[in-house]
């Protein structure tokens, strides 16, 4: 499969909400999203990129780099926002596992003032549309704290399926450790769900 022939769409709209790839000039909003939600995201999301912006023109720098990555097809990071009000939802992450297949990888975070509110399920379930429409995906996998209640809860409600466990592969900031649920969601399924 050629990467570059296929049409993926710039703009997702759901009944609530819009999403796109960042742009020039979101700098500014990204970096007020990563220090609002700096202690929101530090038990499951420690790694999230939103986590370690230094400043405005740090984020604005991170953004154009994201725009660069959703152009060559690396990654695709892709803004949640509230169709009434324009604010920042939240974010839903996307990377090709292999073109071949094709399978994709999918995360996502919540902006702290948004959680608890069935946003993040219906942006998930917009990126997901995508994924098997445009992107021709034949599977979709996601991985989650095994704590992270919430996160593999929307999984579910996306219609994936539990797949795995990892025993203690991941050590926590206090030398802890903690597992990972592995969920994937294939064509078949999504299309029956």
Not at 96 to 104: K, N, R
Not at 131 to 150: G, P, T
Not at 158 to 187: I, P, T, V, W
Request: glycine share 8%; charged share 30%.
């Amino acid at each position: 499969m050629n990467k570059f022939l296929l049409d993926i769409p710039e703009k997702i709209e759901t009944k609530r909400l819009y999403l796109r790839p960042y742009q020039a000039g979101d700098g500014p909003m990204y970096y007020a999203a990563g220090m609002r939600n700096r202690a929101h995201l530090a038990e499951f999301e420690s790694g999230n990129v939103l986590m370690h912006l230094k400043s405005e023109d740090h984020a604005e720098a991170v953004v154009r780099e994201l725009a660069a990555d959703w152009m060559a097809r690396t990654y695709f990071f892709i803004g949640i926002f509230d169709k009434v009000t324009d604010e920042w939802i939240g974010q839903v992450f996307v990377s090709a596992t292999d073109w071949e297949l094709p399978e994709f990888t999918i995360g996502y975070v919540a902006d702290v003032n948004h959680e608890g509110r069935g946003f993040i399920s219906e942006a998930v379930t917009g990126v997901l549309e995508m994924l098997f429409r445009d992107l021709e995906a034949h599977r979709v996998k996601s991985d989650c704290n095994e704590y992270n209640v919430r996160s593999w809860r929307l999984l579910e409600r996306c219609g994936f399926m539990r797949e795995g466990h990892l025993r203690e592969n991941k050590r926590n900031a206090d030398g802890s450790f903690h597992g990972d649920f592995l969920y994937g969601l294939l064509r078949e399924e999504y299309l029956n769900h």
